[in-house]
């Protein structure tokens, strides 16, 4: 099982790009979520999916981010257009629905935008 | 909105020491509480888990204590080691939300 795999692992880019995150999630997982990790707010949760359908997107800071995830085993997180405040460490995790199922992260794409 | 505290934010032992790691939260509705650890550049992963009908779990050298009536919960690490070095976060969930603490940076001198 390879896991939870992110791409890119790094992205820098200047303010007013778009940047896309792209996560894999874990063959038969039926839930996926997107955090956001800094330091001074520590990991948030940004939205998550059922069986690809967004659940809860109350964590999405503003319109400038937009989620997708158009089949079982691909989910991608825009943000357009970036600002240097979007800078920080997105994670991507998977799970069997259910509320005792552990969250099975990757290893993140850590966003630069200058 | 930060609905489960925790506390220390940093915290320095000697091998062999026993760190506490404590978290407090507020909402009746968790039902599971799931310590996760971080090493650099890695996501979390799971750790240990308890479910609050259950007042200690005990998995190796971690140790979960559940104190619901407080609604408080604390991690334990026995007899740690330099490899247990890392960040440390406590977390509740409620259906398929998770919710996470701020984080422990734990440093283990040899």
């Known amino acids: 099982d390879a896991g939870v795999i992110q791409s890119p692992r790094h992205e820098v880019t200047e303010m007013g790009q778009e940047v896309t995150l792209r996560c894999k999630p874990i063959?038969?997982?039926?839930?996926l979520f997107w955090y956001r990790q800094t330091m001074m707010r520590g990991l948030e949760l940004l939205i998550y999916?059922?069986?690809?359908?967004?659940?809860?997107d109350s964590g999405m800071p503003e319109d400038r981010f937009s989620a997708k995830m158009p089949n079982a085993s691909f989910s991608t997180l825009k943000i357009q257009p970036s600002e240097p405040r979007d800078s920080a460490v997105y994670f991507c995790?998977?799970?069997?629905?259910?509320?005792?199922?552990?969250?099975?992260f990757g290893n993140g794409t850590r966003l630069t935008v200058t | 909105q930060q609905q489960v505290k925790q506390s220390p934010q940093s915290l320095i032992v000697q091998k062999g020491g026993i760190p506490i790691i404590n978290c407090a939260y507020e909402n009746t509705a968790f039902d599971y509480f799931p310590w996760y650890q971080q090493f650099p550049g890695k996501g979390p992963a799971l750790l240990i888990a308890i479910r609050p009908d259950v007042s200690e779990k005990k998995e190796g050298r971690f140790t979960i204590s559940f104190n619901k009536s407080a609604k408080q919960f604390s991690l334990h690490i026995m007899d740690s080691q330099p490899g247990d070095s890392a960040t440390y976060f406590c977390a509740a969930t409620s259906g398929s939300r998770l919710t996470f603490g701020e984080g422990t940076q734990l440093t283990v001198n040899p």
């Open positions: 995790a998977s799970s069997l629905a259910g509320s005792n199922s552990p969250l099975h």
């Open positions: 999916f059922n069986n690809n359908v967004p659940i809860d």
């Open positions: 063959s038969g997982h039926n839930s």
